[in-house]
């Protein structure tokens, strides 16, 4: 049996968790609502304050898809209850970020600037040099903050480039000169 799938999801307070028909999930709560559409298979049910994935039966498929479902459906409460936050780093010289409205924008060594518009439901703050990315939909947050990322990566020699703030870079010894 799965470890994870045959876990019960709490719903906390002022969060409600439907389930329609083809197993859509609708969870509405004090920071917004979600809606997915799961596999079809699995058995989605409300028990009183918690919501039980069971599997109809051992096949590899099923076993693969009963903690997938579990955990989408507990991102789905997490994110509508207390949300989602990535902060990245930008690092070296003359690299800086700033927001303006809902546009991002990166200086990165390049010949110009690199704008970015804030997706629908996210949003970026700029503090010094970390920028820190906002929302209630765990994927389109990591996805957003991974763009972010993609447009200056980190280099392994002196760590310029932008850098989740929990990520460890590792460093290689620069070239040496001859003797």
């Known amino acids: 049996m799965s470890r994870i799938g045959r876990m019960p999801i709490a719903i906390p307070a002022g969060v409600t968790v439907e389930v329609a028909e083809n197993n859509k999930v609708t ?19 409300v028990e009183g304050a918690e919501v039980v994935v069971t599997r109809p039966n051992d096949l590899k498929r099923m076993k693969s898809l009963h903690g997938l479902t579990r955990t989408l459906i507990n991102n789905m409460v997490v994110g509508v209850s207390t949300g989602y936050e990535k902060k990245l780093e930008v690092n070296g010289i003359g690299y800086k970020a700033a927001k303006a409205g809902k546009k991002l924008t990166l200086s990165l060594g390049y010949s110009h600037p690199v704008e970015m518009e804030d997706p629908e439901g996210l949003e970026s ?55």
Do not use: C, F
Not at 28 to 45: D, Q, S
């Open 27 to 45: 969870v509405k709560g004090p920071k917004g609502t979600l809606e997915r559409v799961l596999a079809p298979e699995m058995n989605i049910a």
């Open 125 to 179: 703050v700029v503090e010094g040099n970390v920028i820190t990315v906002k929302g209630i939909d765990k994927e389109k947050v990591g996805q957003y903050a991974a763009e972010i990322r993609s447009k200056r990566e980190p280099e392994p020699y002196k760590g310029k480039g932008i850098k989740y703030v929990d990520e460890v870079i590792r460093r290689k010894v620069g070239k040496t000169g001859k003797k």
